[in-house]
């Protein structure tokens, strides 16, 4: 019994490990998208070309992500903003952007 235990756990535990390695690979298609956006203006389309994709929808759903169009309108939001994935998820950032909604709330 406890051999199917440690064994349940241990796949758990890749499972969630390959879940992070994908959602990694979401992370860098926004990424790369934001660049394209910065270069050549069409950042949110080349997202979600990718994400509406055979390989865009694996990603996705490999990372935990349902792939569906509310999802895909999520990730052209996100990279019309232009904020890189690393400063998005950045501590500063956030608190940044709690202090702004209070303000706002305030005002």
């Not at 203006?41 to 979600?48: C, F, V």
């Not at 929808?57 to 019309?80: H, Q, T, W, Y």
């Not at 232009?82 to 702004?100: C, D, I, P, Y």
Request: hydrophobic share 40%.
């Amino acid at each position: 019994m406890a051999d199917f235990i440690d064994g349940t756990a241990f796949n758990y535990e890749q499972g969630q490990r390959a879940r992070k390695l994908f959602a990694a690979v979401v992370l860098a298609a926004l990424d790369d998208a934001i660049a394209d956006d910065k270069k050549y203006g069409n950042g949110p389309e080349q997202i979600a070309r990718w994400a509406r994709s055979r390989d865009g929808r694996e990603v996705l759903s490999c990372a935990g992500i349902d792939p569906n169009e509310r999802v895909v309108k999520g990730l052209m939001e996100f990279v019309a903003k232009g904020v890189r994935t690393s400063v998005a998820l950045s501590r500063e950032e956030s608190e940044r952007r709690h202090a702004a909604e209070l303000e706002a709330e305030a005002a």
